[in-house]
């Protein structure tokens, strides 16, 4: 049964500066791995999609790492600004169609 | 124009009632799903169809039953609802392309008293 873990639950950092949230999942028989936002009493934006085949992939201030063989993902967010301040979710696709969730990062950037 | 939309954004009812959720995607796609997330803000699939047909129905108790009229349109419908059916319901969609990519509404905070 897949397991998303992500680390950590909860951070705050101050404005302009770079960070790295992590993502780690223990069946590495997936499509592909997403990154999402969350923000409060919304639904979920899609951030960054790296397919299974990838190694990274790159939006703006945003970079995502995929290594499949380690079961493990990283969202890096440079020049952080307050307006990132959200929950970021990582999800895995599997067969089916079925997103695996980790149970997300709540980022908090102080001006 | 919304993508994906769901009505109602809230829903206050009481135990024991029966309530249903509605969605609704423009883009043209093929999948629609239901998601849970708990107090916990742990995101669960319920359900998914594929051109109204049901695919992944995962450990969801009988009460709940997804229903398709078309391939815009996934409703979850509840009946006789618990303390524990509580939660953020989202509803999503995505295209059989190849990428996956999986567009959310924005939920129904449902809180049953």
């Known amino acids: 049964k897949q397991e998303v873990t992500q680390i950590p639950a909860a951070l705050s950092v101050p404005e302009g500066e770079n960070l790295v949230l992590n993502c780690s999942f223990t069946?590495?028989?997936?499509?592909?791995l997403q990154w999402f936002r969350q923000d409060p009493g919304k639904g979920l934006t899609s951030l960054l999609l790296?397919?299974?085949?990838?190694r990274e992939q790159t939006s703006g201030r945003l970079n995502a790492s995929l290594d499949k063989s380690s079961g493990r993902s990283t969202l890096y967010i440079a020049a952080s600004q307050p307006g990132d301040s959200a929950t970021y979710l990582c999800?895995?696709?599997?067969?089916?169609?079925?997103?695996?969730f980790g149970q997300g990062t709540r980022l908090t950037i102080n001006p | 124009d919304t993508a994906v939309s769901q009505t109602p954004k809230y829903l206050v009812t009481q135990m024991g009632n029966d309530k249903s959720i509605k969605c609704e995607q423009n883009?043209?796609?093929?999948?629609m799903y239901w998601y849970k997330q708990d107090s916990k803000k742990f995101l669960k699939i319920m359900f998914s169809?594929?051109?109204?047909?049901?695919?992944i129905n995962e450990t969801v108790p009988n009460r709940f039953s997804p229903k398709s009229p078309d391939k815009a349109h996934l409703n979850l419908h509840i009946n006789s609802l618990e303390l524990g059916d509580s939660a953020v319901y989202f509803c999503?969609?995505?295209?059989?392309?190849?990428?996956?990519?999986?567009?959310f509404g924005a939920g129904t905070r449902l809180s049953v008293l």
């Open positions: 999503a969609s995505s295209q059989n392309d190849g990428s996956y990519i999986q567009y």
């Open positions: 069946d590495s028989a997936i499509y592909n």
């Open positions: 790296i397919q299974s085949s990838q």
């Open positions: 999800a895995v696709l599997q067969g089916a169609q079925k997103l695996v």
């Open positions: 883009l043209g796609h093929d999948t």
């Open positions: 169809y594929n051109n109204k047909e049901l695919i």
